[in-house]
T-cell receptor
């Protein structure tokens, strides 16, 4: 059974710093991995999607990597801003077509 | 592109009533949509997979007679919470899987519906 873990559960960093969020999964047989952000009481916004054949994706200040063999993904945020404060979720789409979410990392950027 | 809407965004109802939530893909077709629920400070939990023209596939522990799903067209799926009770109060989110190669296997989420059952 696929399990997705995100570390840390919460993170506070000063504005301007670079940071890394971690996501690990137990079953490497995946179709893809997707990173989302969720603002309080809101739906999810897709940030980056990495197919199983890819190793990384970039969008603006965000870079996501995928190491399928070790069951790990990281989301790198460069030059953090207060507007980046949110909960970040990673989700893995397994070979049985199920999507399993991690519990998220609550990020707080200090002005 | 790839926008998903949900209606209503918020609903408050009395215990015992039924509530219907709509999920629409606005600018694409989606044979497959998904329904999730999220409790406060918890992650999303998949409830069911909705397939256009066929019965939904429910996850273990989700009562199909309690949570009725109808995927009547390629742009609309509905979730009806029947005889709602306070323990059904939650944040319900849908997502859609676009039927286009450009977004193959990529999920697009609606803004969510907050259900409060008194």
């Amino acid at each position: 059974k696929q399990e997705v873990t995100q570390i840390p559960a919460a993170l506070s960093v000063p504005e301007g710093e670079n940071l890394v969020l971690n996501c690990s999964f137990t079953d490497s047989a995946i179709y893809n991995l997707q990173w989302f952000r969720q603002d309080p009481g809101k739906g999810l916004t897709s940030l980056l999607l990495i197919q199983s054949s890819q190793r990384e994706q970039t969008s603006g200040r965000l870079n996501a990597s995928l190491d399928k063999s070790s069951g790990r993904s990281t989301l790198y945020i460069a030059a953090s801003q207060p507007g980046d404060s949110a909960t970040y979720l990673c989700a893995v789409r397994s070979s049985d077509d199920k999507i399993i979410f991690g519990k998220g990392t609550r990020l707080h950027i200090l002005p | 592109g790839a926008v998903v809407s949900q209606h209503p965004s918020r609903v408050i109802c009395k215990s015992g009533t039924s509530v219907k939530i709509e999920c629409r893909s606005l600018d694409f077709q989606a044979t497959t949509m998904f329904w999730y629920r999220q409790f406060p400070k918890q992650s999303l939990m998949l409830m069911a997979t909705s397939n256009e023209g066929s019965k939904a596939t429910y996850e273990q522990g989700v009562e199909k007679d309690k949570f009725l799903i109808n995927h009547a067209s390629l742009t609309l799926s509905t979730l009806t919470v029947t005889s709602a009770h306070p323990e059904d109060s939650s944040f319900y989110i849908c997502s859609a899987d676009p039927d286009v190669a450009e977004h193959y296997n990529e999920q697009f989420f609606g803004p969510g519906t907050r259900l409060t059952v008194l």
